[in-house]
């Protein structure tokens, strides 16, 4: 468990496991990061562990490893940040480049959320409760990247895509987070 979290002027958290995406590219703007965005997955839908979620974010997932993988095992999309069940921190692109999470998206009437947002992935599903050291994992991380950077807003996919999205679902506890919601500048 980690005990701190510090993220370093590359955009890396020290205390993550390093697992690279190709799956990124440059922000527009990189001092305009102001978003996380709180997600959920697991592949195939509601199995968890493995390492099938590393392989989609790093394109190497088998579309033969399961009937769900061959309808997402060309697509191109990573995230900056996985958070396991056991509550292992996994890191797959730095906070200062755009990783590719949010889609189509649109955040207090600003569009395109990967060009200012910080996408985190808590392994989960809409369908079950998340695990106590994910969260306890998920606060560490969100004071850190608040510390490194002018967060004005977390949301969930939900939140930012709400006609095609629902993570982090309705068992993810907001109120696990409050600490860090009501300093923000805009409340989901």
């Known amino acids: 468990m980690l005990s701190s979290l510090l993220i370093n002027d590359a955009g890396f958290a020290k205390q993550a496991e390093i697992i690279l995406s190709p799956n990124f590219d440059n922000r527009p703007n990189k001092s305009n990061i102001n978003l996380i965005v709180i997600h959920n997955i697991s592949l ?3 199995i968890y562990g493995g390492n099938n979620i590393i392989d989609l ?3 190497k997932l088998n579309p033969d490893g399961h009937e769900y993988f061959k309808s997402i095992s060309g697509l191109k999309v990573s995230s900056h940040f996985l958070i396991r069940r056991d509550g292992v921190l996994i890191q797959f692109v730095s906070c200062l480049d755009r990783a ?3 889609g189509d998206s649109t ?3 600003v569009n395109n ?3 200012f947002s910080i996408g985190i992935e808590l392994e989960g599903s809409d369908y ?3 695990e106590s050291k994910q969260y306890k994992c998920l606060e560490k991380l969100i004071q850190s990247i608040v510390k490194q950077y002018p967060i004005e807003s977390i949301v969930g996919h ?3 895509s709400p006609s095609r999205k629902t993570d982090p679902g309705p068992y993810f506890d907001w109120k696990k987070i409050e600490l860090y919601t009501e300093k923000l500048k805009y409340k989901r």
Do not use: K, V
């Open 44 to 46: 195939p839908p509601g």
């Open 57 to 59: 974010f790093t394109n």
């Open 100 to 102: 590719w999470h949010a």
């Open 107 to 109: 955040w207090n009437h």
């Open 113 to 115: 959320c990967n060009d």
């Open 128 to 130: 079950d409760s998340f």
């Open 158 to 160: 939900s939140d930012i």
